[in-house]
């Protein structure tokens, strides 16, 4: 394939803002509280911010460099680079592919509830800060189920177009302009929150561990959230590697992102927990937990009404950005492999999502009860996807390109060419997912599975 005619982003600053736009997502806004909130709290905390060092950014270094020293999608990048003889590492770009689809599924459907949400903050029925008026109103929109599939089809309708006008048309003038905005509202928020009268146990909560709450289940939570949240081990961070220009730095970009992600997910925890114990929420109410909450401290402030529409209007468009590289992963490797158009993979990709939507859209409703291993369709798609394919591709790329691939190539990648003077962090790079990582990932993943 001839490597200049593909599409990628057009500058530096381009590809740190649609990298960001991947990372920083619902996963800040919706899945972290609420994880933080059913977990314990602040132990859950800790365990994830060492599992996003030790564990996420240096899987998320060496993702991005794959992708871009193939320059091609999931699968055909370990075609290019691993030996001759060992087609096996392409099943990393398919089990990416899966988890794609999977994470789409429970995503967008969560994402079609902030669209709601919208309309619900206009309207005024959300404005409230009883918990039981709040449940309600949550309750009534998921147990809906024309609702329910109706909102997510409006998400897979909207990031579908967006997909099919391509990557840097597309991907990166959306996410340049709208996260300032909604990183500024998150800090108004915050200062609501932590006024509020009864504010300090939420603090507490949230930055005062008891160990006694870090179970193996809560460890394997925390480390898939890392996952989940750096975008990595699936197949995202490479696509988008595969769009990097050459004299990008890797690992600073990614640091960035990193920290980037980590602090919108702080602040949306800041602004919710405080609330939470202010207000008589329950910390541990799950999915839920967001979408009671934001508009309860909102309803707390002058002008509460526009703020919050303008918040689900901001949060909306911040899972565009994760959508559109989610999508990515399926569009960019039934494009580039099977010579479909970019407009007919991106078609197939929705019509499947949207597919295997269905289930995970009705589970408080009519599918509630389909239950494999105790989990409705939503909760085992996440799962599935969380917990075990993204940490097994985390591990199957470390023990890539720390056995296969090898030092010598990493740090031609990393160090782009002997263009930057990075050899030390390259080598602990290569330390840690040779060893560290991968084994830290697997001690994980066994125990929450309870395998020993
Ligand atoms: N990181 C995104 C979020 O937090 C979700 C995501 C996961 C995006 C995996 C791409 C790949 O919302």
């Known amino acids: 394939m001839n490597q200049t005619k593909r599409d990628g982003f057009t500058s530096t600053f381009g590809v740190l803002v649609a990298t960001l736009g991947s990372a920083v997502g619902l996963g800040n806004i919706w899945k972290f509280p609420s994880l933080t909130g059913a977990n314990g709290g602040a132990g859950f905390l ?3 911010l060492i599992a996003t060092l030790l564990v996420g950014l240096p899987v998320m270094i060496v993702e991005t460099m794959l992708g871009r020293a193939a320059r091609a999608n999931a699968v055909s990048t370990f ?3 691993a030996p001759r003889g060992q087609p096996g590492w392409q099943a990393v770009g398919w089990m990416g592919f899966a988890a794609a689809l999977l994470i789409m599924a429970f995503y967008s459907g ?18 409230t800060t009883d918990p039981k008026v709040a449940a309600a109103v949550f ?17 897979l309708g ?8 391509g990557v840097a048309k597309g991907i990166e003038a959306v996410a340049r302009k709208l996260m300032p905005l909604l990183f500024i509202l998150l800090l108004v928020l915050c200062a609501r929150s932590l006024t509020l009268p009864g504010a300090m146990p939420g603090l507490t909560f949230l930055f005062s561990p008891d160990f006694s709450k870090i179970t193996p289940a809560v460890l394997l939570t925390a480390l898939g959230l890392a996952f989940f949240k750096l975008s990595i081990g699936m197949g995202t961070m490479l696509t988008y590697g595969s769009y990097f220009r050459d004299d990008q730095n890797i690992p600073a970009t990614t640091t960035r992102v990193m920290l980037a992600d980590l602090s919108v997910s702080l602040l949306a925890g800041i602004a919710i927990f405080p609330a939470v114990f202010a207000f008589g929420f329950e910390p541990a109410a799950g999915p839920s937990l967001v979408f009671m909450t934001i508009p309860a401290v909102f309803t707390a402030m002058p002008g509460g009404t526009v703020f919050m529409t303008i918040f689900f209007i901001l949060t909306a468009i911040a899972s565009v950005g994760a959508i559109l590289s989610l999508l990515e992963v399926p569009v960019a490797i039934l494009s580039e492999r099977f010579g479909f158009g ?43 996807s969380s917990n075990l394919l993204l940490p097994l591709g985390g591990i199957l790329i470390c023990v890539f390109v720390g056995w296969v691939y090898g030092f010598p190539e990493l740090e031609k990648q990393l ?25 830290s990932i697997a001690a994980v993943l066994l125990h929450g599975l309870k395998v020993f």
């Open 46 to 48: 800790l365990v994830y």
């Open 79 to 81: 075609e290019r680079v």
């Open 110 to 127: 969560v994402a079609g509830w902030v669209y709601a949400y919208i309309f619900k903050a206009i309207s005024g029925e959300i404005a």
């Open 139 to 155: 309750g009534s929109l998921v147990s809906n189920p024309v609702s329910s599939l109706l909102w997510q089809w409006v998400v």
């Open 158 to 165: 909207i990031t579908g177009s967006i997909i099919m006008m």
């Open 342 to 384: 970019r407009k007919r993979a991106s078609l197939y990709t929705i019509l499947a999502i949207a597919l295997l939507g269905v289930p995970a859209a009705l589970s408080q409703s009519l599918s509630a009860e389909w239950k494999v291993f105790g989990m409705n369709p939503f909760d085992l798609f996440d799962f599935l």
């Open 415 to 439: 160090g782009n060419r002997g263009t930057l003077h990075n050899a030390w962090l390259v080598k602990t790079v290569f330390f840690l997912i040779r060893f560290v990582t991968p084994l």
